[in-house]
């Protein structure tokens, strides 16, 4: 059985799911919903915090560099990258990323296949009803397949 035809998506510069937690924003640009679950699309607005070094179990990510330098690190090489960088990072490879100047830049970011949006919207959740984010992390990370390194 084929895969269902997402519909036609278009979503304006303000447009998107705006998702807040720990001093970060993330906005949804698109989703497992309005992908038919082929990949979602999100943007790390600042201040942002640093990534730590992460795992990801079911999803592929790129990142692409909007604004500010950013140091990648993947399977132990490390990229810096400014505005129109883009990296890959494949899914069961130990990745990280920090920003050259702490809390400025911005990136945009696509998973596949779609669905990683929900650990997003699980912190802020979690942020929005005052749970402990100390769980709601752990809690997520389980969820949807992601392990810190080094934690």
């Known amino acids: ?89 494949p899914r069961g490879v130990p990745h990280s990323h920090r920003r050259v100047v702490p809390g400025v830049g911005r990136l945009l970011g696509m998973t596949s296949p779609a669905g990683f949006e929900g650990f997003f919207r699980m912190l802020a959740e979690a942020a929005r009803t005052g749970k402990p984010l100390d769980e709601a992390y752990a809690r997520a990370s389980a969820e949807y397949g992601l392990t810190w390194v080094g934690r």
């Open 1 to 89: 059985m084929a895969a269902p035809t997402p519909p036609f998506l278009a979503v304006p510069r303000d447009g998107g799911e705006r998702l807040v937690f720990s001093g970060t924003t993330i906005v949804i640009r698109a989703s497992a919903e309005s992908t038919a679950g082929a990949f979602t699309v999100f943007e790390e607005t600042p201040p942002m915090l640093d990534t730590p070094a992460h795992v990801h179990r079911d999803e592929d990510e790129a990142l692409f560099v909007l604004e500010g330098e950013h140091v990648f690190v993947c399977g132990g090489e490390e990229q810096l990258l400014g505005p129109g960088g883009m990296v890959f990072f």
